[in-house]
Nanobody
Framework: QVQLEESGGGWMQAGSSLRLTCAVSGGDLAKYIMGWFRQIPGQKREFVAAVNWSGGVTYYGDAVKGRFTISKDDARLSVYLEMNSLRPDDTAVYYC??????????????????????WGVGTRVTVSS
């Protein structure tokens, strides 16, 4: 079973950049899709970005396209979310997530479904204006 641990959250000024890190352990990641989601209290969890471990194919939510970049480091077993041009509406708890069935996840993503099997506990990002 995969375990995920996020780090890197904090307080930022609008316009600045921040990188989140997700440390991954416990699984054979070859068929996994790894992702980042965010949630504002009282609202639904929002898909941010994802990357499939073996091929490096990336996916992005509309709100972050062109500003955020997801990447992975095979040697460090880590997934990163580079966030640029931060805005106050990026304020949220950011969660790392994983699912062992990339093929099914990809098919579901085409109709706006981004279900994941495993989740970290989240890291908070606050952006002030």
């Amino acid at each position: 079973q995969v375990q995920l641990e996020e780090s890197g959250g904090g307080w930022m000024q609008a316009g600045s950049s921040l990188r989140l890190t997700c440390a991954v352990s416990g699984g054979d990641l070859a068929k996994y899709i790894m992702g980042w989601f965010r949630q504002i209290p009282g609202q639904k969890r929002e898909f941010v970005a994802a990357v499939n471990w073996s091929g490096g194919v990336t996916y992005y939510g509309d709100a972050v396209k062109g500003r955020f970049t997801i990447s992975k480091d095979d040697a460090r077993l880590s997934v990163y979310l580079e966030m640029n041009s931060l805005r106050p509406d990026d304020t949220a708890v950011y969660y790392c997530a994983a699912d062992p069935n990339y093929s099914m996840w990809h098919a579901h993503s085409l109709v706006g479904r981004y279900d994941m099997a495993y989740w970290g506990v989240g890291t908070r990002v606050t952006v002030s204006s």
